[in-house]
């Protein structure tokens, strides 16, 4: 069962159950507020997240994420949580300009 940590919220682990869910939709289900200002669909960024490990157990760019990244509103080591499914264990962290201010990060 491939594990999630989000490092700036205390080091927060998430088990996935459901690797056909993406990314935004697993964090939620975990009662973790996260931004999404399109309503998770792929038409800004709000909801992206750092990658700091496991890159390689996220799935394909979709084309959102392409663009974005064409845009240089993507960086190599972000991607769109409403886009990504999770195939093994990643270590992230919420970008700094997609914080909320009611809860309190780690970092």
Not at 1 to 9: D, G, R
Not at 21 to 43: F, Q, S, V
Not at 74 to 86: H, K, P, V, Y
Not at 88 to 99: C, T
């Amino acid at each position: 069962m491939p594990k999630i940590v989000i490092q700036n919220l205390h080091n927060k682990e998430i088990f996935i159950n459901n690797e056909n869910k993406n990314l935004l939709d697993i964090i939620h289900e975990n009662y973790i507020d996260w931004m999404h200002a399109c309503g998770g669909k792929g038409r800004c960024t709000t909801c992206k997240v750092q990658v700091l490990e496991g890159l390689q157990n996220f799935s394909e760019e979709s084309q959102p994420e392409l663009k974005f990244r064409k845009m240089n509103r993507l960086a190599s080591n972000e991607r769109l949580t409403c886009q990504c499914q999770i195939k093994g264990d990643i270590v992230v962290k919420v970008a700094p300009e997609n914080k909320f201010n009611h809860i309190q990060y780690s970092d």
